[in-house]
């Protein structure tokens, strides 16, 4: 059964770093898009980076652009998001998830992503 799993999330002050991992299993998935997403307390779950299968072209949300980074490493079947110069604003729950390229969804939405983790907290304090 295909799983994903986050972790590396914890309670860092502003300015800090934090990377986050998802380790996939259950299948290969070198092909399929994987992305990450948050949601704060109250707030829609919100895209943050994804990262495609085959070419690996990348894109993030403007509000993390030159702070966050996501990678990918197939032979370990897991995804990274670097996270750097953290702000308040960054607190949420993040979620990792996979998807198929092929489904006509964008890789910005949710409904492009079949497979979903179950969070992990990042807390940044001011």
């Known amino acids: 059964q295909e799983q994903l799993v986050e972790s590396g999330g914890g309670l860092v002050q502003a300015g800090g770093s934090l990377r986050l991992s998802c380790a996939a299993s259950?299948?290969?998935?070198?092909?399929?898009?994987m992305g990450w997403f948050r949601q704060a307390p109250g707030k829609e779950r919100e895209f943050v980076a994804a990262v495609n299968g085959g070419s690996g072209s990348t894109y993030s949300a403007d509000s993390v652009k030159g702070r966050f980074t996501i990678s990918r490493d197939n032979d370990k079947n897991t995804v990274y998001l670097q996270m750097n110069a953290l702000k308040p604003e960054d607190t949420a729950v993040y979620y990792c998830?996979?998807?198929?390229?092929?489904?006509?969804?964008?890789?910005?939405?949710?409904?492009?992503?079949?497979?979903w983790g179950q969070g992990t907290q990042v807390t940044v304090s001011s």
């Open positions: 998830a996979a998807g198929s390229m092929y489904g006509g969804h964008p890789y910005y939405g949710r409904r492009g992503y079949n497979y």
């Open positions: 259950g299948r290969t998935f070198s092909d399929y898009r």
